[in-house]
């Protein structure tokens, strides 16, 4: 593993100078995005928005660790199909089991590696080394495959918010202006990836570069646009991969429902805990904390206090807390898949 990440050139002082001062700066932006984030949950402890012995009673709760569990498996085997499918659609056929360890591995990294992508580093190492030979197009797939969890979660979120739009009309103005916002992102998206599918004309970029420039860069950035440009020959791969995405949202609903059960939360329905979760986790996206700690939180609160029409925080906070902190805890066996991995052997 480590001759493959190591650097071609390694008398070049000038790169592993700059890579040093790359990778300090990454630690101490996540160092102070850290800070960001205790701050953020110190006060929202404060204004008790959180509460530190609900959190322990739920963290400890065999029903609560039993639906979280449930909820990070399930998305999990989800994932690992839509992803495995992606990759089979570009010719690169994979074991399911091979691809779990990475995904699990990934996760049980997100919290811990800084940088805005998080345990995606891991997710790249570990599939370039499954996939000799077709490096390109494992990386492509992995973006792809955010793109269709991103694509997944607006649309859960739209969908959510629908049966809102009635009582957003009647004078709920946040409520409106939210579903207003969906509604034009999810649209946009729709004939963006429609006009994107349909068409056939080449990326413009690789032209040029490929007329210009013959360095490995060059051709590897080629490469990567053609293997993106390939998935438009599989509009029904990418389809079923948003819907697949959309659906791994009940999962975390699902969990969720009955965090703020266990917790005694009874104001809240079941259609407001979903569309407060699924909006939670684009504003969890922000990157003003690792992982969107406290921001998602104070989200939770504060949409489901706009959803119940209460107009003071209800300790919420809590729920979404808890459910961060098991799926936490219900990933930290990834770390033991990082030391298993060693021991997969590439497909021959």
């Known amino acids: 593993m480590n001759k493959n990440l190591e650097t071609e ?27 960001v ?38 998305m999990s085997l989800v994932t690992v199909y839509r992803w495995r499918m992606l990759l089979a659609s570009q010719g690169l056929v ?8 990475v995904y699990y ?22 599939t370039v080394r499954l996939s000799s030979g077709n490096e390109v197009k494992a990386v492509v797939s992995i973006f792809v495959d955010r793109l269709a969890s991103l694509s997944g979660l607006l649309l859960a979120s739209f969908i959510m ?11 709920s103005t946040t409520l409106l202006l939210g579903a207003l916002f969906l509604g034009g992102v999810v649209l946009g998206s729709t004939l963006f990836f429609a006009l994107a599918l349909k068409s056939n004309r080449r990326f413009g970029l690789t032209d040029w570069m490929r ?3 013959t360095n490995r860069l060059a051709q590897f950035v080629i490469r990567g646009f053609d293997s993106l440009a390939s998935y438009r020959g599989h509009p029904k791969v990418i389809v079923a991969a948003i819907l697949l995405s959309t659906i ?3 999962f975390v609903i699902f969990a969720i429902v009955i965090i703020a059960a266990r917790l005694g939360f009874s104001g809240p329905g079941i259609t407001d805990i979903g569309i407060a979760t699924t909006l939670t986790q684009i504003a969890n996206v922000l ?25 003071v925080a209800l300790g919420y906070g809590s729920i979404f807390l808890t459910y961060r902190l098991l799926s936490i805890i219900m990933t930290l066996p990834g770390l033991l898949c990082y030391l298993m991995f060693s021991t997969v052997k590439k497909p021959e």
């Open 287 to 311: 990157p003003l904390t690792p992982g969107g700690i406290g921001v998602g939180e104070a989200a939770f609160n504060q949409l489901l206090a706009i959803l119940t029409a209460e107009n």
């Open 248 to 250: 791994n949202q009940l």
């Open 94 to 101: 994979l074991p399911f089991f091979s691809l779990f360890q």
């Open 37 to 74: 984030a205790g701050g953020l949950l110190f006060a929202l402890y404060k204004l008790e928005i959180i509460s530190i012995s609900e959190m322990a009673r739920a963290v400890s709760d065999p029903v609560n660790i039993f639906s979280v569990g449930v909820s990070v498996f399930s």
């Open 9 to 35: 050139n390694p008398q070049s002082g000038d790169k592993t100078g700059s890579l040093g001062k790359s990778t300090t700066r990454q630690w101490l932006g996540y160092f102070l995005k850290m800070l």
């Open 105 to 126: 591995i990934s996760l049980a990294y997100t919290p811990i590696l800084p940088g805005g992508i998080g345990g995606d580093a891991m997710r790249i190492a570990y």
């Open 161 to 171: 918010v629908i049966p809102y739009i009635p009582r957003a009309m009647e004078g």
């Open 211 to 213: 007329n210009r420039f």
